[in-house]
């Protein structure tokens, strides 16, 4: 049993990969279709569909309609950054709700600057999504309460699929399709980019140009659960530093809080062969990823990148596959003013910190704002692609209605290039 407690530890401690900045996409129809029917002819793997089903975008984040032990439908993030086949709920009344007995207390570890989190192991778990039913899995339940929580969701989930099934993300038609390996064919037209699972994590090989001078070889996490574009550890004797041009914000929240960082645009990303130019980047201070040293790896690549692609995982074959969609040769979106925004369960946006000097800033806008509506249009009518596209040009006026406690506030600013 100590065994696993450590494996499930040092999983736990894994988890500052959640670097979630969160945005919105309003809800669609969450249902599994196709199962054990043979993919369209148009599918970029040719082979059998265990399971195939809408997603939503929550915080700019995948979410799946999951249920553990046959309970009601729980709303869960997908992601990669998940070093043990577990599921993590966030709230403690899961105890009570799922009928679980007892279980063993740790303390589990993450990004963020406040202390570790009391959490319950509970092993033993059936987990059923789209149609498939997956037993004998773990729950981590956190100790916070649902009230309380920073975690407006049910919890996170991801590598016990990723272990079993080929996975295709088709962010741009919001389709998740898990394949039976066996027999499945990749079509032709694919970028393959080679994966090390080591760890459990997906790591991959590729470079940054920070500043137009050297290409700076680094080993990035590929994260679907980071909604940013990229972050990188600082680490002076390789010339990972911030550019010139920077803003201070914060890269994320991971199970140990708010991520200070410093933004700036890097000149290139480059990983497989692909090269993305002018990206938004997170310069993260040393020991801010907990768990994962700088030798073992130096950033990782989030959401605001992958969703550029139809993504193949294929962890049996080591290999991650890319499909350029409509997006890919778009600028890579950066909110221009100042916002660093999150989702509740609801799906309404509110301030999660203001950048000082922005506009935001200067209109007087406050960490905890509540924002209804943009230009005159509730929010949750607003894909989280349109959003991110709102909030990315600079000198484009944008109008905002605000919910500050009792109060109903209207205000109108201009954007701007902050980096």
């Not at 773990?138 to 590598?159: A, C, N, T, V």
């Not at 394949?179 to 994966?195: D, M, N, R």
Request: aromatic share 6%; net charge positive.
């Amino acid at each position: 049993m100590h065994g696993f407690i450590k494996l499930v530890f040092i999983f736990a401690i894994c988890l500052m990969l959640l670097a979630l900045l969160f945005a919105a996409e309003p809800a669609e129809a969450l249902s599994p279709a196709g199962a054990g029917q043979a993919a369209p002819q148009s599918a970029l793997i040719q082979g059998t569909v265990a399971a195939r089903l809408d997603f939503r975008v929550h915080s700019g984040i995948i979410t799946i309609p999951v249920r553990v032990n046959g309970s009601k439908e729980l709303r869960m993030y997908l992601d990669t950054g998940m070093s043990a086949p577990v599921v993590v709920l966030f709230h403690k009344e899961a105890i009570e709700e799922l009928g679980l007995k007892g279980g063993n207390q740790i303390l589990i570890g993450g990004a963020g600057g406040e202390a570790r989190k009391p959490a319950t192991i509970v092993p033993g778990a059936t987990v059923e999504a789209g149609g498939l039913s997956l037993p004998g899995l773990s729950l981590i339940i956190m100790d916070d309460s649902r009230e309380k929580s920073e975690w407006p969701l049910d919890g996170i989930i991801g590598k016990c699929f990723f272990d079993k099934y080929l996975t295709e993300i088709d962010y741009e038609r919001s389709i998740l399709t898990f394949y039976e390996p066996a027999g499945a064919v990749i079509g032709p037209g694919a970028v393959s980019v080679p994966i090390d699972l080591r760890s459990g994590i997906p790591f991959i090989d590729g470079a940054v140009d920070i500043e137009g001078g050297k290409k700076i070889p680094i080993k990035f996490v590929v994260d679907i659960g980071n909604r940013g574009a990229l972050s990188l550890t600082e680490n002076g004797e390789k010339g990972v530093l911030p550019p010139k041009i920077t803003i201070k914000s914060i890269g994320g929240r991971g199970i140990q809080g708010v991520i200070p960082a410093v933004i700036g645009r890097i000149k290139a990303l480059e990983f497989g062969g692909l090269s993305i130019a002018d990206v938004p980047t997170a310069f993260l201070a040393p020991g801010t990823n907990a768990g994962l040293s700088a030798s073992l790896v130096g950033g990782n690549i989030g959401s605001l990148i992958w969703s550029r692609f139809k993504v193949v995982l294929d962890y049996a074959g080591k290999r991650m596959l890319l499909v350029p969609n409509s997006r890919s040769a778009k600028p890579v979106p950066f909110n221009m003013a100042g916002l660093v925004l999150e989702q509740d369960r609801d799906d309404l946006y509110f301030v999660r910190h203001v950048v000082e000097g922005s506009p935001a800033f200067d209109k007087g806008l406050k960490a905890g704002d509540r924002i209804t509506s943009i230009n005159g249009v509730d929010v949750r009518k607003y894909s989280y692609r349109e959003v991110l596209d709102i909030f990315n040009g600079a000198g484009r006026p944008v109008r905002l209605t605000l919910e500050r406690g009792s109060e109903r506030l209207k205000i109108k600013l201009t954007l701007k290039r902050l980096i």
